[in-house]
């Protein structure tokens, strides 16, 4: 069977309230999970769970069929940019395509190596990220993305992941959907028959960006130059909540790391104290399932929460990236829920978090000291640079054997 395929699951209404966090290892029947085997089970439920509640099913995986460009010397000399569109053949030839820009370092591309990838889902166009005249502006970019070139350069700092041996891959969250709540031009449309979930549980824009995160996965694992089992997912905001949505639900993704995902992200719903489920769904009511919404008020009915996306990345690494002044993303929360996930890790024979968690800059990453679970925090409020960008690959170093 289908590990998705949807079993009835209550209405919110007959969801029963309760006062605790759902416990990961206890399926909502059966006994407790105390093997390996007896997780694969409750991992599906999760699974299931999340997206008839809150994000919502996403359609099977598709066919397809990629067209690719190369130019070296991009970035001063610095990288190969190896352009890709990732199109659909099974969809109308009206429905959108994504285009992924990969940077690999010039020393991997031309020797012919690989290197291990960052993944960052961008939302102002992959012109945006990088600073390039070669990089191809879309026409969604030009529609929905920033007017100049490298205004988030310092944002993604792409030199930065080059120069530490790593390659960089991006693409536009507007490609696949625009973010924009009428649903209207991204290709959830294209998909409306196929969804295997009951009505109101259709996935929104979360969900969706995930989904074109893993397109990008499909499209990664078959180029020269890019270990596969070596990609990183990543993305800042909303776009940290699709990375973590991302890496939770496939594990071909090697290494998972939200950054500043808050609600909907890492953080719990539950006790939030900062964006509640009323304020993410009010606001930006496209970006879940229906469901979601219906939680409002009533949380406590919740029968997943943050840290039951957050332990389906287990036994993979997951490092969880906050500001300690970035208060509406709340990172005492998503540690809240790092370590309400940890006996996952555990149970699947990873070391889980360390015990003085949150590690702050200028701590030394190394096996010792990070574990599997990782949180991270800058004294900063809401953004992604250098200093963010480092920690991810000093946590990626440590499990990719690189420190
Ligand atoms: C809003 C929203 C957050 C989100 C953020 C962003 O602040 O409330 O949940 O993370 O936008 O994506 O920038």
Redesign the pocket.
């Given at each position: 069977m289908d590990e998705d395929a949807p079993r009835a699951l209550p209405a919110v209404s007959r969801l029963e309230p309760r006062d605790e966090l759902p416990d990961p290892l206890e399926p909502l029947d059966g006994d407790r999970v105390r093997t390996a085997e007896d997780w694969r089970e409750r991992r599906r439920e999760l699974r299931r769970l999340l997206r008839h509640y809150v994000y919502g099913y996403a359609p099977e995986a598709p066919d397809i069929e990629t067209e690719t460009e190369r130019t070296a010397g991009v970035l001063d000399g610095a990288a190969t940019l190896v352009e890709t569109e990732i199109g659909f053949p099974d969809l109308p030839a009206d429905a959108p395509s994504i285009t992924l820009a990969l940077y690999l370092p010039t020393e991997v591309a031309d020797a012919d190596e690989s290197a291990p990838v960052l993944l960052g889902l961008n939302w102002g166009g992959n012109h945006a990220a990088v600073a390039d005249e070669a990089v191809t502006i879309t026409d969604r970019a030009r529609e929905y993305g920033a007017d100049e070139r490298g205004v988030a350069s310092d944002y993604w700092c792409v030199d930065r992941v080059l120069s530490r041996g790593y390659g960089f891959a991006t693409y536009h969250l507007a490609d696949v959907d625009p973010d924009n709540p009428d649903r209207a031009d991204g290709i959830r449309p294209y998909f409306d028959d196929e969804l295997p979930g009951p009505p109101g549980t259709e996935w929104g824009s979360l969900a969706a960006w995930a989904w074109g995160l893993q397109r990008c996965v499909d499209a990664l694992r078959e180029r020269d130059g890019v270990r596969s089992d070596e990609i990183a997912v990543t993305g800042?905001?909303?776009?940290?909540?699709a990375a973590l949505l991302a890496g939770a639900t496939d594990e071909r993704i090697g290494l998972v790391a939200p950054h500043?995902?808050?609600?909907?992200?890492t953080a719990l719903s539950r006790d939030n104290g900062q964006?509640s489920v009323g304020?993410?769904t009010g606001?930006?009511p496209h970006w879940f399932a229906d469901t979601f919404s219906a939680f409002h008020g009533q949380v406590d009915r919740l029968p997943v929460d943050a840290h039951c996306l957050a332990a389906l990345v287990a036994p993979r690494p997951l490092i969880d990236t906050e500001g300690a002044r970035d208060y509406?993303?709340n990172p005492g929360r998503a540690l809240d829920a790092l370590r309400a996930a940890e006996p996952v890790w555990e149970l699947l024979g990873e070391d889980g978090a360390a015990d003085d968690l949150p590690l702050h800059e200028g701590d030394e990453m190394s096996e010792e000291t990070v574990g599997a679970v990782c949180q991270f925090r800058r004294e900063t409020e809401?953004t992604l640079d250098a200093g963010y960008v480092d920690a991810i690959l000093d946590f990626a170093d440590v499990h990719f054997d690189r420190a």
């Open positions: 800042h905001s909303r776009c940290g909540k500043q995902s808050g609600t909907g992200g964006e304020d993410i606001t930006f509406w993303a809401h």
